[in-house]
Nanobody, 115 residues
Framework: QVQLVESGGGLVQAGESLTLSCAAA????????MAWYRQAPGKQRELVAR???????NYADSVKGRFTISRDNARNTMTLQMNSLKPEDTATYYC?????????WGQGTQVTVSS
């Protein structure tokens, strides 16, 4: 079973920063497409940022220029650096991997941004 363990969520004020981390087995971090999704209350889960196995990245329009997704092979983690946070970024954030062409999710970490 694939384990994806998120950490780093919390409560911050608008304009502040947070870094989310997703820990996983080395083969997951290095060789799969990985992503961060988020889900706010009453809304559908949405893609925030993706990093492909080849290293290419893409972002939701709402976070472009503010969020950065990256891999750290030495630490076996994927991170999401979130700057200039807005109240509308409030959601539960989920780590995702498509290891062996199946969907794998972490348990989620809550991010709350106060105005």
């Amino acid at each position: 079973q694939v384990q994806l363990v998120e950490s780093g969520g919390g409560l911050v004020q608008a304009g502040e920063s947070l870094t989310l981390s997703c820990a996983a087995a080395p083969v997951i971090i290095r060789f799969t497409d990985m992503a961060w999704y988020r889900q706010a209350p009453g809304k559908q889960r949405e893609l925030v940022a993706r990093v492909s196995a080849d290293g290419s990245t893409n972002y939701a329009d709402s976070v472009k220029g503010r969020f950065t997704i990256s891999r750290d092979n030495a630490r076996n983690t994927m991170t999401l650096q979130m700057n200039s946070l807005k109240p509308e970024d409030t959601a539960t954030y989920y780590c995702y991997s498509n290891w062996l062409r199946a969907d794998h999710w972490g348990q989620g970490t809550q991010v709350t941004v106060s105005s």
